[in-house]
């Protein structure tokens, strides 16, 4: 074992008194000279060492399998560089289709009307879990959301900012109380002349029945959905 240490050690030392030396040809000559010496030692181990011989081989081959391995990962990768890693959830426990449109006045600053808001219910869902800021909100047990789909289409010739849940309160088991979306895009900006679409959602009991949505203006009339999720 002495004389593999002597003869892995002896190149690094012999190289560094070369680049000492005078003449470049005498530099070249012993370096050769020397790498005879030390292929000759080589031989001779491993020779007398054939279980070093052996190791010798198993670690080239797993060397040159590892790479093999890297590199028809790497490829298959690079054929393949699109990986839908897009954020999924499950279906709705329960659905029902509403569709149904309502029209609210657009105020300038002075509070005259210069345009029309229409304002649509499109679905209403029972989600156990849903995307909120493009990740998965998933609800705790024995609640789930309450989810409102809503289409928002401005006709005016300027964006508008809407405050969408001012328009929904939800009453829950024909309670008194009216509540307020509790998850929301609000205000959403409306371009011009467009379409946006967006949600309005409250988390509620399981055990809720008898869920109704009141649409309309803060101060104006209200109109009342009832809801009949299957």
């Given at each position: 074992?002495k004389?593999?240490?002597?003869?892995?050690q002896?190149?690094?030392?012999?190289?560094?008194?070369?680049?000492?030396?005078?003449?470049?040809?005498?530099?070249?000559?012993?370096f050769?000279?020397?790498?005879?010496?030390?292929?000759?030692?080589?031989?001779?181990?491993f020779?007398?060492?054939?279980?070093?011989?052996?190791?010798?081989?198993?670690?080239?081959?797993?060397?040159?399998?590892?790479?093999?391995i890297?590199?028809?990962?790497?490829?298959?990768?690079?054929?393949?560089p699109?990986?839908?890693?897009?954020?999924?959830?499950?279906?709705?426990?329960?659905?029902?289709?509403?569709?149904?449109?309502?029209?609210?006045?657009?105020?300038?600053?002075?509070?005259?009307e210069?345009?029309?808001?229409?304002?649509?219910?499109?679905t209403?869902?029972?989600?156990?879990?849903i995307?909120?800021?493009?990740?998965?909100?998933?609800?705790?047990?024995?609640?789930?959301?309450?989810?409102?789909?809503?289409?928002?289409?401005?006709?005016?010739?300027?964006?508008?900012?809407?405050?969408s849940?001012?328009?929904?309160?939800?009453?829950?088991?024909?309670?008194?109380?009216?509540?307020?979306?509790?998850?929301?895009?609000?205000p959403?900006?409306?371009?011009?002349?467009?379409?946006?679409?967006?949600?309005?959602?409250?988390?509620?009991?399981?055990?809720?029945?008898?869920?109704?949505?009141?649409?309309?203006?803060?101060?104006?009339?209200?109109?009342?959905?009832?809801?009949?999720?299957?």
């Amino acid at each position: 074992m002495k004389q593999f240490i002597s003869l892995m050690q002896t190149p690094f030392v012999l190289l560094s008194t070369d680049y000492n030396s005078a003449t470049s040809g005498n530099s070249s000559s012993r370096f050769i000279s020397y790498f005879q010496i030390n292929f000759k030692r080589m031989q001779r181990f491993f020779k007398n060492s054939p279980k070093a011989l052996l190791i010798l081989v198993v670690i080239i081959v797993l060397a040159l399998t590892f790479f093999l391995i890297k590199g028809f990962v790497d490829g298959t990768s690079h054929n393949n560089p699109l990986t839908d890693d897009r954020v999924e959830i499950s279906k709705p426990l329960a659905k029902q289709d509403i569709n149904k449109t309502f029209d609210f006045p657009l105020k300038d600053a002075k509070g005259k009307e210069v345009s029309k808001l229409s304002w649509t219910i499109q679905t209403v869902e029972l989600r156990n879990e849903i995307i909120v800021k493009g990740q998965r909100a998933r609800s705790v047990k024995g609640r789930v959301f309450l989810v409102v789909n809503i289409k928002i289409t401005n006709n005016y010739t300027q964006a508008v900012a809407v405050n969408s849940r001012d328009y929904l309160r939800f009453i829950i088991n024909n309670s008194s109380e009216k509540l307020a979306a509790d998850i929301h895009n609000d205000p959403v900006d409306v371009q011009a002349i467009s379409t946006k679409y967006t949600r309005l959602a409250l988390p509620i009991n399981e055990t809720d029945k008898n869920i109704t949505l009141q649409i309309g203006e803060i101060l104006g009339e209200k109109e009342m959905i009832k809801l009949n999720l299957k």
